[in-house]
């Protein structure tokens, strides 16, 4: 088993910056990619992934000039650095681990965190 826990969500305005921070337990050496995930209603859109020991990088194309994915595998934690924040960004983020892929679909990731409010205000 995998445990996940998000931090670093809270209420910026438009143009301000957070950084998420994902603390990684567990079984970490079964983990092959994590990713971050966005929720603004019904299923989880693919922001960034990072493959966990080699560091390969994956962005939606969207946030690719905006948010940083990075991790510290001898500290286990994941980062998502999000820079230029706008109303659009609002929403619960979630950090999720996969065993086999990195993947850009929710559904191929194993574990999950409880998630982590982050609200941009115009």
């Known amino acids: 088993q995998v445990q996940l826990v998000e931090s670093g969500g809270g209420s910026v305005q438009t143009g301000g910056s957070l950084r998420l921070v994902c603390a990684v337990s567990?079984?970490?050496?079964?983990?092959?990619?994590m990713g971050w995930f966005r929720q603004r209603g019904r299923g989880r859109d693919f922001l960034a992934a990072v493959?966990?020991?080699?560091?390969?990088?994956y962005y939606m194309p969207s946030v690719k000039d905006r948010f940083t994915v990075s991790r510290d595998n001898d500290k286990n934690f994941l980062y998502l650095q999000m820079d230029s924040l706008v109303p659009g960004d609002t929403g619960v983020y979630y950090c999720?681990?996969?065993?086999?892929?990195?993947?850009?679909?929710?559904?191929?990731?194993?574990?999950w965190g409880q998630g982590t409010q982050v609200t941009v205000s115009s």
């Open positions: 999720g681990a996969s065993r086999l892929y990195t993947h850009a679909s929710e559904f191929g990731y194993d574990y």
């Open positions: 567990g079984r970490t050496a079964d983990i092959f990619g």
């Open positions: 493959e966990w020991r080699s560091g390969k990088e």
